[in-house]
């Protein structure tokens, strides 16, 4: 049974009149800083010269380039993207990170795989929120926040969990609940859940749907309905109620239908290539293949994102989205 902390778990006094240097200012970044701010904590902010950087200041930041942040830091949030972080972190992080700081990721991806390698003389935790920087921000304002998973890798100072643990009291992740994990389960979970369901798997079952019912002949409009704009109301179905919730909420036919041909559809061969998809998460295969490709400058990346744009059913969506929403 995992074990799941809220507010009454955590405190914030261990950061406490620590510097909190928040790397990084994009929709993560941004959110997270401002959380922490309103928590009453003290946080200045890591980035490049830009737009994140002239944002922060005109956001009553303190805004410094990365090195310099770490260097004033106790506790360094690592909320750069993924494949920047390892060139960041040897040059501008590691030079600058004094023994017996905390440093903290929102995912444990450079850790799991070896990318980066922290020195044994500082704390290294995760805080995952499980939702986008908008909605980090956004519930926290409501008074509610985003659950989150933690998780600790070193803990030099024997008080990295109740660190981690402050961090995700302060971006208001504990007012829903945090999971307890690993850097390992986590990194995993999040690449095979975003594989295989949440982005891959998801895209091409609309796109399959789609593509069905335009070749049987039908209007490619109402196909972008049935396939791919209806989606929305039974994934809002599902968050709200679950599976069975959902499935009270739909049509008699539509459950019968839904219930008797889906799994001859998705069956226990999609299950199996699943499990091949994970296996290459696991073994590190995925991540070697994704770390070559970035530095070869993503062109398969580019490639299918032309390829996606150009599809049938996103010409038909810009339409309908026209329609539905003026823009």
Known sequence: MAKIYTDKDASLDPLKGKTIAVLGYGIQGRAQAL???????????????????????????????????????????????????????????????????????????????????????????????????????????????????????????????????????????????????TFREETETDLIGEQNVLVGGLLELLRKGFEVMVELGYQPEVAYFEAINEAKLIMDLIWQRGFYGMLTGVSETARYGGLTVGPKVIDDSVKQRMKEAAARVRDGSFAKEWVEEYSRGAPNLKRMLEEVKGHPAEKVGEQIRRLMFGS
């Open 35 to 181: 959380n922490l701010r309103d928590s009453g904590l003290r946080v200045i902010v890591g980035v490049r010269k830009g737009k994140s950087w002239d944002l922060a200041e005109q956001e009553g930041f303190d805004v410094f380039d990365v090195g310099e942040a770490v260097k004033r830091a106790d506790v360094v949030m690592v909320l750069l993207p993924d494949m920047e972080q390892p060139k960041v972190w040897r040059e501008q992080i590691e030079p600058n990170l004094r023994g017996g700081s905390v440093v903290d990721f929102a995912h444990g991806f450079n850790i799991h795989f070896g990318l980066i390698k922290p020195p044994p003389n500082v704390d290294v935790v995760m805080v995952a929120p499980k939702g986008p920087g908008r909605l980090v921000r956004d519930e926290f304002l409501a008074g509610r926040g985003v659950p989150a998973l933690v998780a600790v890798h070193q803990n030099y100072s024997g008080r990295a969990m109740e660190y981690a643990l402050a961090i995700a009291k302060g971006i208001g992740a504990t007012r829903a609940g945090v999971i307890e994990t």
